[in-house]
């Protein structure tokens, strides 16, 4: 399977599901935009772009920010050969049709 490469001004990103995956979670967060697969299939989730920023090393008279489940589920994909072609039309969107990262 392809790994997702998203590359923002500050850091790169990756997003990976496993060969072999027979079931995953297609989902989307409300606060970054992005749509991604994971193995977990809750209704719910910390997007781990979203989670990657939050600072944990925080002064006395700072607040731990709360960490949300900001993606929702949109759909669970299940079988082997299901998720990897959701896995490659992810990967098309997000490269806009670029072949040549593979």
Do not use: H
Not at 8 to 27: F, L, Q
Not at 39 to 61: R, V
Not at 71 to 98: F, H, N, P, R, Y
């Amino acid at each position: 399977m392809l790994c997702r490469v998203f590359q923002t001004i500050e850091r790169e990103i990756m997003y990976y599901v496993p060969d072999g995956t027979k079931i995953c979670g297609y989902y989307f967060c409300k606060r970054c935009q992005n749509k991604f697969l994971s193995l977990q299939t809750m209704k719910s989730i910390p997007c781990p772009d979203c989670e990657s920023e939050i600072d944990y090393e925080i002064g006395p008279d700072e607040k731990m920010e709360d960490i949300l489940d900001s993606a929702e589920l949109l759909q669970i994909i299940e079988g082997e050969e299901e998720v990897e072609k959701m896995d490659g039309l992810l990967s098309l969107a997000i490269t806009g049709g670029d072949f040549d990262w593979i």
